[in-house]
């Protein structure tokens, strides 16, 4: 399995307008109906409004880098920027 976390810090209020969108769009479905997605699930900190957790899990390597080319990953990238001010990746892979 290979796991991804994203850690984001969403433009002040737009945090949760940020994962309804996703929503409304239809990228988060899109994203579960993927071959190989295990899990992509969004997590909200409790002390600070702004940040995100994003953890998606995979079948392996080669499924995400296909995830990555998908045309909702492109609908994705249309809008990023107006909620999201920064990320950082992090990743690992279980044998």
Not at 33 to 51: L, S
């Amino acid at each position: 399995m290979y796991t991804i976390y994203v850690y984001f810090i969403c433009h002040e209020g737009k945090r949760e307008a940020f994962v309804e969108r996703m929503k409304t769009e239809g990228v988060l479905d899109a994203v579960r109906a993927e071959d190989g997605c295990i899990r992509y699930d969004y997590y909200y900190a409790d002390k600070n409004p702004n940040e995100l957790l994003l953890i998606e899990a995979w079948e392996s390597k080669e499924h995400q880098q296909v995830h990555i080319s998908q045309p909702h990953m492109a609908t994705l990238r249309t809008f990023r920027n107006d909620y999201i001010a920064e990320s950082k990746l992090g990743e690992f892979e279980l044998k």
